[in-house]
């Protein structure tokens, strides 16, 4: 019995860092998914709707777009609105489409620009950029969204090999 207490403790002494990187890890993925879903939502109802759709950070509420590149306090995809419109349930124009109230805590999201714009014909341009999501570990472990002026988007990769995703740019992305 006590053999299998101390397999058991070295077992759990050894696995304990794994698991907890591993769910930072799906923390990061969980909050990629999220973003990318949205932006794939807009750009959907954009081209379908024949109309403007804005995703942007959101305020507290969802009622409305922050002027900040911060998308961790949540973000929100509007549609038939000008890009420093609220939600306004008196006007029909003016629809919410999705609001995701708050990723991860443990999480921050940037981007830059601070909004990204799908025309009626899903191009997001002035709106390309890169989506940054970082943790406590820093920029080795941050993942990356590259949102092309066509509406696109693409998961950051490591092309040169050196630890850390790059952006749109090609350079590394920083935390």
């Given at each position: 019995?006590?053999?299998?207490?101390?397999?058991?403790?070295?077992?759990?002494?050894?696995?304990?860092?794994?698991?907890?990187?591993?769910?930072?890890?799906n923390?990061?993925?969980?909050?990629?998914y999220?973003?990318?879903?949205?932006?794939n939502?807009?750009?959907?109802?954009?081209?379908?709707?024949?109309?403007?759709?804005?995703?942007?950070?959101?305020?507290?509420a969802?009622?409305?777009?922050?002027?900040?590149?911060?998308?961790s306090?949540?973000?929100?995809?509007?549609?038939?609105v000008?890009?420093s419109?609220t939600?306004?349930a008196?006007?029909?124009g003016?629809?919410?489409?999705?609001?995701?109230s708050?990723?991860?805590?443990?999480?921050?999201?940037?981007?830059?620009?601070?909004?990204?714009?799908?025309?009626t014909?899903?191009?997001?341009?002035?709106?390309?950029?890169?989506f940054?999501?970082?943790d406590?570990?820093?920029?080795?472990?941050?993942?990356?969204?590259?949102l092309?002026n066509?509406?696109?988007?693409?998961?950051s990769?490591?092309?040169?090999?050196?630890?850390?995703v790059?952006?749109?740019?090609g350079?590394?992305v920083?935390?």
């Amino acid at each position: 019995m006590m053999v299998v207490l101390v397999i058991l403790a070295i077992a759990l002494l050894l696995g304990g860092p794994a698991f907890t990187d591993l769910i930072r890890d799906n923390r990061l993925v969980s909050s990629v998914y999220g973003v990318r879903a949205t932006l794939n939502l807009a750009r959907s109802e954009a081209l379908a709707r024949r109309d403007r759709v804005v995703v942007c950070p959101s305020n507290a509420a969802g009622s409305g777009c922050l002027d900040s590149s911060n998308w961790s306090g949540g973000y929100l995809a509007l549609m038939g609105v000008d890009v420093s419109a609220t939600v306004d349930a008196a006007n029909p124009g003016r629809s919410r489409i999705h609001w995701e109230s708050e990723t991860n805590p443990a999480v921050t999201v940037s981007f830059t620009p601070k909004l990204v714009v799908f025309d009626t014909i899903g191009s997001a341009l002035g709106s390309a950029g890169t989506f940054v999501f970082c943790d406590e570990r820093g920029a080795s472990k941050a993942r990356g969204l590259i949102l092309t002026n066509a509406g696109t988007v693409a998961a950051s990769v490591d092309s040169d090999a050196n630890g850390v995703v790059e952006d749109g740019a090609g350079n590394d992305v920083s935390c």
